[in-house]
């Protein structure tokens, strides 16, 4: 079992940045993929992110590309989620989550374990 906890969500201005950090609890973190998901209010989970187990892939959502950069540092167990340029439409709860396998990284069902997530909120 691999617990996850997010951190750096707070409220912020259009146009500002943030940084989030997912911390696992187990070094098998870095034998997982690791996705970023966001939710607002009366939407569906939606994929953002995601990177490679040694951190040498990613992927993004069209809605975050060239603002939103993932990184990992496997020695602290820890994934990162840096934004930029944020826009009001970004607000929402956002989860990190771990799965084995990158082929279906973009679908939240596939994914074993979730954090609880953090709250983004950008005013406008």
């Known amino acids: 079992q691999v617990q996850l906890l997010e951190s750096g969500g707070r409220l912020v201005q259009t146009g500002g940045s943030l940084r989030l950090s997912c911390v696992a609890s187990d070094r098998s973190f870095r034998t997982y993929v690791m996705g970023w998901f966001r939710q607002a209010p009366g939407k569906e989970r939606e994929f953002v992110a995601a990177i490679f187990p040694s951190g040498s892939g990613t992927d993004y959502a069209d809605s975050v590309l060239g603002r939103f950069t993932t990184s990992r540092d496997n020695a602290k167990n820890t994934v990162y989620l840096e934004m930029n340029s944020l826009e009001y439409e970004d607000t929402a709860v956002y989860y990190c989550?771990?799965?084995?396998?990158?082929?279906?990284?973009?679908?939240?069902?596939?994914?074993?374990?979730w954090g609880q997530g953090t709250q983004v909120t950008v005013s406008s």
């Open positions: 989550a771990a799965r084995q396998y990158w082929f279906g990284r973009r679908v939240p069902d596939d994914y074993d374990y």
